[in-house]
């Protein structure tokens, strides 16, 4: 365990900000795209090969080498397993539990990846790291407000998608530091985009069909993924799993502050609340100095 230095904890702190950023206005982009009549799995397929394409143009211009053995298959199965199973629970837990039990449910991400992470890599958990991802926990919390109501068979589909991309963030944080961020990204989205093409064909298309529509589309690609999910990795690479996950709880506080921008939703007084919280959690693990992985 070597520690790390400010000024790369503060790169790693951009990268996640930009990330949580580009997270956080996808559901922005994507009700704009429903409501010009993009079904998800199209939806999804068109986000994932518009992104790996371009990221593919990029690579290949820029002569950079593909992932290859081990990397190459944990890559693969981050993007055609990972993604797709971790979209199928959240999305089926939307039928049996509210918005807001769903996303606190997800959300318990950042507290797995840090405990999985103390037991795998046998780091200590300080008091310090604890507070702080219990207070985004809390914060979030505040943050999605709405009612958090849900049967048995929501709130199981809820934490499996908190699971499973927690072991998507903890494959990650061996292997994009290995294959690169843009190769890494490049192979997950192609990789998606394949199971994603794959149940479109088996559903039927429901493509835009309106500038609109594709104006939507084409933020989810770009903003929401590409710079994104790149992002994410060159922060955990400098923040570890466990903090980077922790600090990407700025995600539910960029969306509710965009949605009340954009789609003219309120912000009441304990959203406002629990992104103070989420704030404050973030900039003492950005301000922390602590050791890293």
């Known amino acids: ?29 994507a009700k704009l ?10 939806m ?53 539990a509210t918005a807001g039990l769903t996303a606190l449910l997800l959300y318990l991400y950042p507290a ?32 999605v407000g709405g009612s958090l109501e849900g049967s048995v068979l929501g709130i199981l589909f809820g934490v499996a998608a908190a699971l499973i991309y ?17 190769p890494s990204a490049t192979v997950i989205m192609l990789s998606a985009a394949t199971v994603y093409g794959l149940i479109v064909l088996w559903r039927g298309p429901a493509f835009p069909d309106s500038p609109l529509a594709w104006a939507a589309v084409g933020g989810i690609a770009l903003l929401s993924t590409v710079v994104a999910i790149i992002t994410f990795f060159a922060g955990m690479a400098r923040l570890g799993a466990a903090d980077a996950a922790t600090l990407s709880t700025l ?17 009441g007084g304990w959203q406002i609340a629990g992104g103070a919280i989420i704030l404050t959690a973030v900039i003492v693990l950005a301000r922390s100095g602590e050791a890293t992985q």
Do not use: H, K
């Open 33 to 42: 795209a429903y409501a010009e009549g993009v079904d998800l799995p199209s």
């Open 112 to 143: 797995i990846v840090t405990v999985l992470t103390a037991i795998l890599a046998r780091r200590r958990l300080t008091l310090l790291r604890l507070l702080s991802v219990a207070a985004a926990l809390f914060g979030t919390g505040l943050a």
């Open 251 to 267: 995600e539910p506080v960029v969306t509710v502050v965009l949605a009340a921008i954009f789609l003219g939703e309120a912000i």
């Open 44 to 96: 999804l397929f068109l986000r994932f090969a518009l992104a790996g394409l371009l990221m593919a143009v990029v690579m290949t211009a820029r002569a950079m080498p593909w992932p290859r053995g081990s990397n190459l298959l944990a890559l693969v199965a981050m993007g055609g397993i990972g993604y797709l199973g971790e979209s199928f629970c959240y999305f089926a837990a939307l039928q049996y």
């Open 1 to 29: 365990m070597t520690a790390s230095s400010p000024r790369t904890r503060l790169i790693g702190f951009v990268c996640i900000v930009a990330s949580a950023t580009g997270f956080g206005a996808m559901p922005i982009f």
């Open 166 to 182: 927690s072991v998507y963030i903890l494959v990650g944080e061996r292997v994009a530091p290995v294959a690169g961020a843009m």
